[in-house]
């Protein structure tokens, strides 16, 4: 019982270990070496658990050993142990190049991408440059239009003023004609009137002066009997 109770306080203190050590777990990279072979066992006697990695390979570091071995752990979930000495806490220059040129691509493309988008912002510009001027122009002929209209419209008011005025004018020239007329027949009516009277007042005359003109002038015969 006591040696089982010890195993497992063991066995605890282990896992314990393992997980503080896998908790502050750094990441280092396998130096510019051709291949490191990954074993089982700090040393070159245990069993070789990966035949070779490359240069530049990202590991997980499980723990540094006081031996010079390191257990690691790789992308692909292999645990192993190889010399510390192989490790590298910075990529290799083949893996800084990669990531160089990969930036640069990055850059490369978002440069592309700027100038498409900045080709497309000058030629939208031009586009409403150009809606702009066109704008402007119909803007300023409609002005020119409506400035004729305003003044076509002011002659137009002037014209039916004008019309009115001359309208008016013709009906009282009408009514003064037809005072006109009218008072020409009242005249008329008038002159004829005092043409009858006249006529009839000579007759008159003509009728009493044949009355007495043979009065009045003696005749011969009484004339010898004088």
Request: aromatic letters at 4%.
């Amino acid at each position: 019982m006591k040696t089982s109770f010890l195993s497992k306080i063991a066995a605890s203190i282990c896992l314990l270990a393992l997980a503080i050590s896998s908790a502050s777990a750094e990441t280092m990279y396998i130096d510019d070496t051709l291949l490191v072979p990954l074993r089982s066992g700090e040393g070159v006697g245990f069993r070789i658990v990966h035949k070779g990695l490359k240069s530049g390979t990202k590991l997980e570091i499980i723990e540094k050993l006081s031996s010079g071995y390191a257990h690691v752990k790789t992308p692909s979930g292999i645990e192993g142990y190889l010399p510390s000495r192989y490790l590298t806490a910075q990529p290799i220059a083949k893996v800084k190049l990669a990531q160089a040129n990969q930036e640069l691509a990055k850059l490369k493309a978002n440069y592309e991408e700027t100038q498409t988008q900045l080709a497309n912002l000058k030629k939208k510009h031009q586009s409403l440059s150009k809606e702009h001027t066109q704008t402007t122009s119909e803007l300023n002929a409609n002005s020119k239009e409506l400035k004729n209209i305003k003044s076509i419209s002011a002659n137009a008011l002037n014209l039916d003023k004008r019309n009115r005025e001359l309208r008016e004018s013709n009906e009282q020239l009408r009514n003064e004609l037809e005072l006109i007329q009218t008072e020409n027949l009242r005249l008329k009516d008038k002159s004829d009137s005092n043409m009858m009277l006249i006529g009839g007042g000579l007759v008159t005359l003509g009728v009493i002066l044949t009355l007495l003109i043979p009065i009045i002038k003696p005749s011969k015969k009484n004339d010898s009997w004088a």
